[in-house]
């Protein structure tokens, strides 16, 4: 290890971090506590990441851990699952810990001859009782000759390292150091800056002719516009520097919020690419892929705000080995989707048609299955730990998505809140409120969380209307929201256009060798009317054979009529069964949302000026 400068030496807690062997995927980590408590310093990892609300038992990782103090060995109690305790001593305790990395998300650690990447709840041990105090990380380069040009993306403080380099970092307390995720390798990078602000975007793997400077351009844009809506006046951004770090790979999507970065995963072909094709986004707008990974961006970075700074007062502060309900999340991450594609409207990325193309998708998919009958967005929100992140075959028909239904429900408070107040008000007005009360002095030691009590009555109160009938039926309660109603006074139509004269299994057609997996059965479907189940493997209909790769079942069915029997040969597990299915018609949703010409400028929800 590097000897340690007079700077460092009055930080309390340091760690240091190596990835030693790529191939093995193994950091090794060591962490040195100056004062470690007379009883027996205790240290624990969490069981949790915050944004990702199930229990990953991080510990489970550690392969070996070993303690030490004035160069002899001290003995190390294991407590619990992710806890220990060394024995007391006078003078510096060490602990030294081996970490198997080999989780591509981005909500753990991943390390190979490619690239090295962590969250700090993966690696970082908690020194219980000194949380509080500064923490340091030496962020040490690999001795594998494959990593000699490997460069550092972190949104941490600098103390000894130069701006990507390796050396140490440092943070004010241990929630800062685990919200700092670090980015190790030979990526591309570039800067950009958002109402002064820089903003670096890091994209590691392989993307060739990777469109660099639409993706700065984009990016800003969405950034500008954010920064201006949460701080028209000032324009001032809540951090000094903010970092997009981005893995990309052959097929993938997911993005985790940190307070002064993110750290997102999306399949190559959705960023934008130079060239006369440019993945479809020849010019204009987006194509679908780089449309989606720009929403990505755009709800991660809308967390800066709402999640990151306003807080449910559960995560005030986080308990990170065990669970912490909420019934909020549909407020933190439901308005958080409402918001991510408003924006790129906003922005000027997207126009309104395409705007409300995705905005039909969602309603789509909320009205898809029937476990919206069943669960409210806040009983979602509490069992996120048991239900929502433990999603299984049968997830359709016993629960609603906080992200999807919430992002609804948000719309719907803005059309209500416009309507009623004549366009004076709009739900803009109730998150620069909860930015304002809650947010904004989060991190200056004065915040707190905001509870479900103080939401309902800020509603109230800042919009100026009654809203307690909104969380009673739509938040609280089961009943679906009457979006087409309340798009009607804005001069906006809203139908659902399904194809109900198509004949269909109303079931979810996966790939199989045998033939077509059947991955969901929605409830009060043909499927489930006859009997099939999810994970039955249909071999034919009607005795005709059903392709696994692709799945040909639509075709077969094309030749029959709503109505119809047919018989199903399928297996379930290593057992041949016989089902006799009438044919339903197609219970997909199709929504479409457009504007009527000559009612009323359909731009009221994309430009808060516009009424």
Request: proline residues 5%; hydrophobic residues 40%.
């Amino acid at each position: 290890m590097k000897k340690p400068s007079q700077t460092a030496k009055q930080i309390a807690i340091q760690y240091s971090i190596v990835p030693k062997d790529l191939a093995a995927h193994l950091f090794n980590v060591t962490v040195t506590v100056a004062a470690p408590a007379p009883e027996g310093q205790v240290f624990a990892l969490p069981a949790w990441i915050p944004g990702s609300y199930m229990i990953r038992e991080f510990a489970r990782n550690i392969v070996r851990i070993r303690a030490e103090a004035n160069g002899a060995a001290v003995a190390l109690a294991k407590l619990d699952k992710h806890s220990w305790q060394a024995a007391p001593v006078d003078g510096p305790l060490t602990l030294h810990y081996e970490v198997y990395a080999w989780d591509l998300s981005v909500r753990a650690a991943h390390l190979d001859q490619t690239h090295g990447f962590f969250n700090g709840t993966s690696v970082f041990l908690r020194v219980v009782g000194q949380e509080a105090q500064r923490h340091q990380v030496d962020i040490q380069r690999p001795a594998d000759p494959a990593a000699a040009t490997w460069r550092v993306a972190t949104a941490m403080k600098e103390l000894g390292a130069k701006r990507y380099g390796f050396g140490t970092y440092v943070a004010g307390d241990y929630d800062e150091l685990i919200d700092h995720p670090v980015e190790m390798g030979d990526f591309a990078l570039a800067t950009f800056k958002a109402h002064g602000v820089p903003h670096d975007i890091v994209i590691t793997g392989r993307v060739p002719n990777l469109d660099m400077a639409r993706l700065q351009a984009d990016l800003k844009a969405i950034c500008e516009i954010q920064i201006a809506f949460f701080e028209p006046v000032t324009r001032k951004a809540p951090v000094d520097r903010y970092v997009f770090m981005t893995m990309a790979v052959g097929d993938g999507y997911g993005g985790l919020e940190h307070r002064a970065s993110t750290a997102l995963i999306c399949a190559r072909a959705d960023l934008p690419c130079i060239g006369p094709k440019a993945g479809g986004q020849k010019t204009g707008e987006p194509g679908e892929g780089y449309l989606k990974f720009l929403g990505l961006c755009s709800h991660e970075y809308f967390h800066t705000w709402n999640v990151k700074r306003i807080k449910p007062a559960v995560f005030a502060p986080y308990d990170l080995q065990v669970e912490n309900y909420t019934p909020l999340l549909w407020l933190f991450e439901g308005f958080t989707s409402y918001y991510d594609d408003l924006m790129l409207v906003r922005a000027g990325i997207i126009g309104e048609p395409t705007y409300f193309k995705l905005l039909g998708k969602t309603v789509g998919s909320v009205l898809r299955g029937s476990g919206r009958t069943k669960q409210s967005v806040a009983d979602s929100s509490f069992d996120a730990w048991s239900k929502y992140y433990r999603q299984d075959e049968n997830s359709p028909n016993a629960i609603i998505s906080y992200y999807t239904k919430g992002s609804l429900i948000a719309l719907a408070f803005d059309l209500t809140i416009r309507a009623k107040t004549g366009g004076a008000k709009s739900l803009d007005d109730i998150m620069l409120a909860l930015w304002q009360r809650y947010g904004r002095d989060f991190y200056a030691g004065v915040g707190r969380g905001v509870t479900e009590r103080e939401v309902e009555a800020l509603f109230d109160e800042v919009s100026g209307v009654k809203l307690r009938g909104l969380f009673d039926k739509y938040i609280r309660g089961l009943e679906d929201l009457p979006l087409a109603k309340l798009y009607a006074p804005l001069g906006v139509k809203l139908v659902d256009e399904r194809n109900s004269g198509k004949p269909s299994l109303d079931a979810g057609i996966g790939r199989d060798p045998l033939g077509a997996k059947l991955t969901q059965v929605h409830e009060g479907g043909a499927a489930h009317g006859a009997g099939l189940s999810a994970l039955d493997i249909v071999i034919a209909i009607d005795g005709l054979r059903v392709n696994g790769n692709p799945p040909n079942v639509d075709a077969l069915l094309s030749r029959y009529r709503v109505g119809d029997k047919v018989t199903v040969h399928a297996f379930r597990r290593d057992e041949l069964m016989t089902f006799e299915v009438t044919l339903q018609g197609d219970r997909v949703p199709g929504i479409t949302l457009s504007a009527v010409a000559g009612v009323r400028k359909a731009g009221t929800i994309a430009r808060p000026s516009a009424v």
